[in-house]
């Protein structure tokens, strides 16, 4: 035990513990009548008991219940209306407030907020649990049938008790996500969005698009492998650079340069929880110091530009603020720290977090493998990247180990690193520095004449080139975003470089000006 701990503060945030549930759905199962449908809130209850399992003795659980003042549920890819309140109430922690945390708050947030709340003597502990059981529903759907909590009417559940009404509390998100340019548009897709960025990152390195597929292969199958040895990723299969590269016969092309494997995979049965308190609390509750996981900076920013108003399309000034506030509190580079998880929805999104964060750039920054293979449950992948980094960190005492977060598309940035030793932690939300490091530029989606292309991706119609989204700069200083279906654009698009290259914008199409 660290000399240090008996002079922590009763009121120091500590993490406890972490939980997880994985459900494996066979292809071909469609879980018939009469067997146990495993639904979202069912993924969230096993994981929520799973971590408070470790964080106390069976005699010390209701003790610790008592003392739990938020449970926290960020929304998913179901109708659930207040989940938080069912789990507080199965656990046994009703008078608990409970919040709903919707899409566009970024997965983050909870965690800072009961650090703050633990912080201040607000509250001695907060249960935080997300999950998903997305490879379930689609399999029950294949055969005709519903699971509960996926349609509009919400089925009643634990024989007629609904899922508890109304929330405490429903944070909303703060700002644009998407700018009205780009929903006019139609880029809504988050792999569309991401491949620009991937496209405009290459061209500012000044990488050929041969090279930047390989770059692109070579740090997802780095990615696969941490996967392959991780038994609790959804598909470790292993996957070869070359067939990562391209689009083929099993990895179907979305949007260049990104193939099926590419994408997070979020049609997974998965959830995690965290338990966070006091360490008076944890004291108190008699669990043993070697379980304790201490945060060392918890920072986010609410600044929100979405894709196409950033000047630069391939940089993430935001994070970068999060990342030098980080090191300058560390006093160590953040490429110093042990182990990472950076949030890998796409390439795109750890690509650009290498440079912006200055780690390196030649090895991929995981311990599960990410969400393209370990699994990506649709709103909740903060956690189980914390519950896998808090199970490492207790097996290297002492070391450092971060965990980012992306709300949106490179919207908003999240960034924590937690350590078995205690330390002052730096809580804040940097989105007016942000804010200052984001240059922005106004946005269309209607112009005419000259543009010089910033960024684009080609989509396709099964496995043929069919149109193009295409972000280009206006001769005015504005920038456009529309499509194209210009023949020869498509062609060129997913074997040249066609950033900087002239296009003639017509309303909210164009085509080659040369």
């Given at each position: 035990?660290?000399?240090?701990?008996?002079?922590?503060?009763?009121?120091?945030?500590?993490?406890?513990?972490?939980?997880?549930?994985?459900?494996?759905?066979?292809?071909?199962?469609?879980?018939?009548?009469?067997?146990?449908?495993?639904?979202?809130?069912?993924?969230?209850?096993?994981?929520?008991?799973?971590?408070?399992?470790?964080?106390?003795?069976?005699?010390?659980?209701?003790?610790?219940?008592?003392?739990?003042?938020?449970?926290?549920?960020?929304?998913?890819?179901?109708?659930?209306?207040?989940?938080?309140?069912?789990?507080?109430?199965?656990?046994?922690?009703?008078?608990?407030?409970?919040?709903?945390?919707?899409?566009?708050?970024?997965?983050?947030?909870?965690?800072?907020?009961?650090?703050?709340?633990?912080?201040?003597?607000?509250?001695?502990?907060?249960?935080?649990?997300?999950?998903?059981?997305?490879?379930?529903?689609?399999?029950?759907?294949?055969?005709?049938?519903?699971?509960?909590?996926?349609?509009?009417?919400?089925?009643?559940?634990?024989?007629?008790?609904?899922d508890g009404g109304a929330p405490d509390e429903r944070w909303t998100p703060e700002g644009e996500i998407m700018a009205e340019a780009e929903i006019a548009a139609g880029i809504w897709s988050a792999v569309e969005q991401y491949a620009c960025i991937d496209a405009a990152l290459r061209y500012c390195e000044g990488q050929s698009?041969?090279?930047?597929?390989?770059?692109?292969?070579?740090?997802?199958?780095?990615?696969?492998?941490?996967?392959?040895?991780?038994?609790?990723?959804?598909?470790?299969?292993?996957?070869?650079?070359?067939?990562?590269?391209?689009?083929?016969?099993?990895?179907?092309?979305?949007?260049?340069?990104?193939?099926?494997?590419?994408?997070?995979?979020?049609?997974?049965?998965?959830?995690?929880?965290?338990?966070?308190?006091?360490?008076?609390?944890?004291?108190?509750?008699?669990?043993?110091?070697?379980?304790?996981?201490?945060?060392?900076?918890?920072?986010?920013?609410?600044?929100?530009?979405?894709?196409?108003?950033?000047?630069?399309?391939?940089?993430?000034?935001?994070?970068?603020?999060?990342?030098?506030?980080?090191?300058?509190?560390?006093?160590?580079?953040?490429?110093?720290?042990?182990?990472?998880?950076?949030?890998?929805?796409?390439?795109?999104?750890?690509?650009?977090?290498?440079?912006?964060?200055?780690?390196?750039?030649?090895?991929?920054?995981?311990?599960?493998?990410?969400?393209?293979?370990?699994?990506?449950?649709?709103?909740?992948?903060?956690?189980?990247?914390?519950?896998?980094?808090?199970?490492?960190?207790?097996?290297?005492?002492?070391?450092?180990?971060?965990?980012?977060?992306?709300?949106?598309?490179?919207?908003?940035?999240?960034?924590?690193?937690?350590?078995?030793?205690?330390?002052?932690?730096?809580?804040?939300?940097?989105?007016?520095?942000?804010?200052?490091?984001?240059?922005?530029?106004?946005?269309?989606?209607?112009?005419?004449?000259?543009?010089?292309?910033?960024?684009?991706?080609?989509?396709?119609?099964?496995?043929?080139?069919?149109?193009?989204?295409?972000?280009?700069?206006?001769?005015?200083?504005?920038?456009?975003?529309?499509?194209?279906?210009?023949?020869?654009?498509?062609?060129?698009?997913?074997?040249?470089?066609?950033?900087?290259?002239?296009?003639?914008?017509?309303?909210?199409?164009?085509?080659?000006?040369?």
């Open positions: 035990m660290s000399s240090g701990f008996g002079q922590l503060d009763e009121r120091t945030p500590v993490l406890i513990a972490v939980g997880t549930a994985h459900h494996r759905v066979s292809p071909e199962s469609s879980q018939p009548a009469g067997t146990e449908v495993i639904d979202a809130l069912r993924m969230m209850e096993l994981a929520a008991r799973s971590a408070l399992g470790q964080a106390v003795s069976t005699s010390r659980l209701a003790q610790l219940l008592r003392n739990v003042s938020l449970v926290a549920v960020p929304e998913g890819d179901w109708k659930f209306e207040n989940p938080a309140r069912a789990i507080a109430t199965r656990l046994g922690c009703e008078s608990a407030r409970t919040v709903r945390v919707e899409i566009g708050v970024p997965q983050h947030a909870p965690i800072r907020a009961a650090l703050l709340g633990i912080q201040s003597g607000q509250m001695q502990a907060a249960l935080i649990v997300g999950g998903e059981a997305k490879a379930t529903q689609l399999s029950i759907e294949r055969a005709g049938g519903i699971v509960p909590g996926t349609s509009a009417d919400v089925a009643a559940l634990d024989g007629g008790a609904l698009v041969p090279d930047h597929l390989d770059s692109i292969a070579s740090l997802w199958q780095q990615f696969n492998q941490v996967a392959s040895l991780n038994p609790d990723a959804a598909f470790g299969t292993p996957r070869s650079a070359e067939f990562l590269r391209v689009a083929g016969p099993g990895n179907r092309p979305l949007a260049f340069p990104y193939a099926k494997w590419h994408s997070t995979q979020w049609a997974v049965d998965q959830a995690a929880a965290m338990v966070l308190c006091s360490v008076g609390l944890a004291r108190e509750l008699g669990v043993p110091t070697d379980q304790w996981v201490f945060p060392r900076v918890a920072l986010e920013s609410s600044l929100s530009v979405s894709l196409t108003k950033r000047a630069e399309i391939g940089r993430w000034p935001a994070m970068k603020v999060l990342g030098d506030a980080a090191a300058a509190h560390l006093q160590q580079a953040l490429n110093q720290v042990k182990y990472a998880e950076v949030y890998s929805c796409f390439p795109a999104a750890v690509r650009v977090q290498q440079r912006e964060l200055g780690l390196a750039q030649d090895q991929a920054p995981t311990l599960t493998g990410g969400m393209a293979f370990a699994g990506g449950p649709f709103n909740n992948f903060t956690y189980q990247a914390t519950a896998a980094m808090v199970d490492q960190l207790r097996q290297d005492p002492g070391s450092l180990g971060l965990v980012t977060t992306v709300s949106g598309l490179l919207t908003k940035p999240a960034l924590a690193v937690w350590s078995t030793e205690p330390g002052e932690v730096l809580i804040a939300d940097l989105g007016a520095q942000a804010a200052a490091a984001t240059a922005v530029r106004e946005v269309t989606n209607q112009g005419s004449g000259l543009a010089s292309i910033a960024s684009y991706t080609v989509t396709y119609a099964g496995t043929d080139p069919s149109s193009a989204f295409v972000i280009a700069d206006l001769a005015d200083g504005r920038r456009w975003i529309g499509t194209s279906t210009d023949s020869e654009l498509l062609a060129e698009g997913v074997t040249a470089e066609l950033i900087g290259r002239q296009v003639i914008v017509t309303g909210s199409s164009c085509e080659f000006a040369d």
